[in-house]
Structures are given as structure tokens and as C-alpha cells.
């Protein structure tokens, strides 16, 4: 399995799972994983539906960054045409410094900036994606995580189970316990006064 060139994937942990991203399937391994791993939280269908979404995004992007470098690539060529034709005579100095740094600016500093602006979007709406399904896994205790080296791998971290809707509900039991008590209180105290009230009379 080849990941993206970038850093080197580290291992599964107990508390974190890692997904690689894979070029020679041009997705996200998850031929490892077994509902085991999550303690039959998370099946596999679900781990890999849902990195379908995260791969479906990281092929638009992989697409507007073949844009780039074709722009990139452009752009060179447009420097060989107009060092070549300076070469020939067919340009005067100063034309050719005016053509050259008007190159040089938009492939230095135009095609970075494009480029940094499409990897900022990819991740911020991979984020929002991560984002709402963690609010799904929260009470299984689970946790997608985007690392500084993502889209190289992704990982979904196992948390301290939450126990909110446990906690909530012995609350409530012991509350509608305490309103019982007090009815049967007011209720005995309700017909200690009637007995007492036909007495006197």
C-alpha cells in the first residue's frame, strides 16, 4: 500500500485508529478495520461510508490542484517563449524585463497564494464534514480527527464514553421517586386532618 509522499503514517494505537490515504486506490485504507477495534461501536460499513465523503472531497481537490500545475507549467513556458525570442533578438532589454517579472510574479505569487487557498478550503470543508459526525459519535465515545498531515491519514480517536443520557435518566427517576414520597405525604397529612376535623365534631 502507498500512502501520499508526505510524512509516514504512524501506527494504530489503543486510542486512536489510523486511516492512510492511498494512492494505488486513490482512497482512504479501511481493509483493516473491524468493528472490534471500537468495541462494536462503529462497523465498517459505516467507517467507510463515511471517509467516502472525505475521499470524494480530496478528488475535487486533487483535481483543482492539476489546474495549478498546469498553470504552473504554463507559465514556464510562457519564460522559455520570451527568453528564447530575447535570445533571437526579437525583443528589446527592457521588454524582456517587463514580460520576465510579470511571469515571475504570477507563478511566484499568484499560482502559491491559489494554491494555499484551495488546500485552506479542502481542509476547512473536511472539518465542517468531521464536525457533524462527530456530533453523532459522541455518545459512542468517538472522535474523527483531521492531524496537521492530513489528507496523509486521518484518525478516529476513542474517548471516555459519554454517559449523559445514563445520568440524566437516574436524575429523573429519583426526582419522579421524591414527588411521589411528597404525594403520599401530603395525601396522609390530608386525611390525619379530616380525622382529627370529625373527631372534634
Given amino acids: 500500500m502507498s500512502t501520499i509522499s508526505g510524512p509516514i503514517p504512524p501506527s494504530t494505537a489503543t486510542k486512536t485508529i489510523i486511516f492512510p490515504f492511498s494512492k494505488a ?3 482512504f485504507y479501511t481493509d483493516f478495520y473491524l468493528s ?24 475535487d481537490f486533487i483535481i483543482k490542484q492539476v489546474v495549478v500545475w498546469c498553470c504552473y507549467f504554463l507559465t514556464l513556458m510562457a519564460v522559455s517563449y520570451v527568453s528564447f525570442h530575447f535570445l533571437l533578438g526579437f525583443l528589446e532589454g527592457y521588454q524582456f524585463m517587463i514580460f520576465g517579472w510579470i511571469l515571475i510574479f504570477g507563478w511566484n505569487f499568484g499560482g502559491k497564494l491559489i494554491e494555499k487557498r484551495i488546500t485552506k478550503d479542502f481542509k476547512a470543508r473536511c472539518q465542517k464534514i468531521v464536525n457533524k459526525q462527530n456530533r453523532m459519535l459522541r455518545m ?16 478516529l480517536c476513542k474517548d471516555k464514553k459519554k454517559k449523559r443520557n445514563s445520568d440524566q435518566a437516574v436524575v429523573l427517576t429519583a426526582q419522579t421517586q421524591s414527588q411521589q414520597r411528597l404525594d403520599v405525604l401530603a395525601q396522609n397529612s390530608s386525611s390525619v386532618s379530616l380525622f382529627e376535623d370529625n373527631n372534634e365534631d
Wanted: hydrophobic content about 30%; overall charge negative; proline content about 7%.
Fill in 25 to 27: 486506490s486513490d482512497r
Fill in 36 to 59: 472490534d477495534l471500537t468495541d462494536g461501536q462503529l462497523s465498517p460499513g459505516d467507517v467507510t461510508q463515511f471517509l467516502s465523503i472525505i475521499d470524494h472531497e480530496h478528488s
Fill in 140 to 155: 459512542k465515545g468517538l472522535r474523527w480527527k483531521l492531524p496537521e498531515e492530513f489528507p496523509t491519514w486521518i484518525e
